[in-house]
């Protein structure tokens, strides 16, 4: 004999099934875009020390208006500095157009916005590549990551913030 609780876990599955099935549920695809996304990839998931990764950030448009202005920070991982023998720095930064990749600057803990160049039209999108530097003397066997916040204004005098957004993190192998 199913007690009352077990029937109406049962009737209210159906319902959630039959909702889904003919598109009266919400769905994950109805959501709104975020009017600016930020996005992180690396070239390498490993490297040794005193090698080097590229980290690129790609900043997309999502709104019909123009992103004016964009600051964001980039901070390591809390599990990144529980390991001080991990030791590393942004040694370079090169912004992504149509002519090649123009240097950019700004690589430190704050104000990366600057970097993404002129205003970012609508469906638009612009990639900073940071190089990540391992120093030659760094542990290795630990895992380097960054997070990152961001905010931006458009030109209809709205903005938005964001983050933490996280990077994939770099395993730092021994040799």
Not at 47 to 62: A, C, D
Not at 79 to 85: I, K, S, V
């Amino acid at each position: 004999m199913r007690s009352p609780l077990m029937r109406r876990l049962g009737l209210t599955a159906v319902l959630a099934f039959v909702l889904a099935v003919f598109g009266f549920a919400p769905g994950a695809g109805a959501a709104e875009p975020a009017p600016a996304a930020l996005t992180f990839a690396t070239d390498s998931a490993t490297t040794t020390p005193g090698g080097t990764v590229k980290l690129s950030m790609t900043i997309t448009n999502n709104k019909t208006y123009d992103v004016w202005f964009v600051y964001q920070t980039i901070d390591p991982t809390w599990l990144t500095t529980q390991r001080p023998d991990l030791k590393y720095s942004f040694t370079g930064c090169s912004l992504a157009t149509a002519a090649g990749a123009t240097p950019c600057t700004g690589t430190g803990p704050s104000n990366l916005g600057g970097n993404y160049g002129a205003t970012i039209p609508p469906g638009q999108s612009r990639t900073v590549t940071l190089t990540l530097r391992i120093a030659p003397d760094s542990g290795c066997n630990g895992n380097i990551g960054f997070y990152s916040y961001y905010y931006a204004e458009f030109s209809d005098s709205t903005n938005t913030s964001g983050g933490p957004v996280y990077t994939p993190e770099t395993r730092v192998l021994c040799t």
